[in-house]
Nanobody, 122 residues
Framework: VQLQASGGGLVQAGGSLRLSCAAS????????MGWFRQAPGKEREFVAT????????YYADSVKGRFTISRDNAKNTVYLQMNSLKPEDTAVYYC????????????????WGQGTLVTVSS
């Protein structure tokens, strides 16, 4: 599975962005998908994950209620809708694929996209 993340950019605090992650390969629907982020000088951290069917999701406490992960298996794409953005959401956002269910740790993900930068100004 090859992953290509897009949709990052510069937004003011309180604004919204939608990230997309396009996957190649016919096996996309077998994988659970996740979003992680890495701020400058910090470790990569879990943001959200969704099961292969889209029936279950799980979020980091820091984004719960503001971010929504979704997927369209017909389009081989997973999304991250980010609302009420805060300056502390500034980071490079990565999408990743895993065969594990509701995984929140990096090491459980097998495939990674290249990352897309989100900058939230105050």
């Amino acid at each position: 599975v090859q992953l290509q993340a897009s949709g990052g950019g510069l937004v003011q605090a309180g604004g919204s962005l939608r990230l997309s992650c396009a996957a190649s390969g016919r096996t996309f629907s077998r994988y659970a998908m996740g979003w992680f982020r890495q701020a400058p000088g910090k470790e990569r951290e879990f943001v959200a994950t969704i099961t292969w069917s889209g029936g279950s999701t799980y979020y980091a406490d820091s984004v719960k209620g503001r971010f929504t992960i979704s997927r369209d298996n017909a389009k081989n794409t997973v999304y991250l809708q980010m609302n009420s953005l805060k300056p502390e959401d500034t980071a490079v956002y990565y999408c990743a694929a895993t065969l594990s269910v509701l995984a929140t740790t990096n090491r459980l993900y097998d495939y990674w996209g290249q990352g897309t930068l989100v900058t939230v100004s105050s």
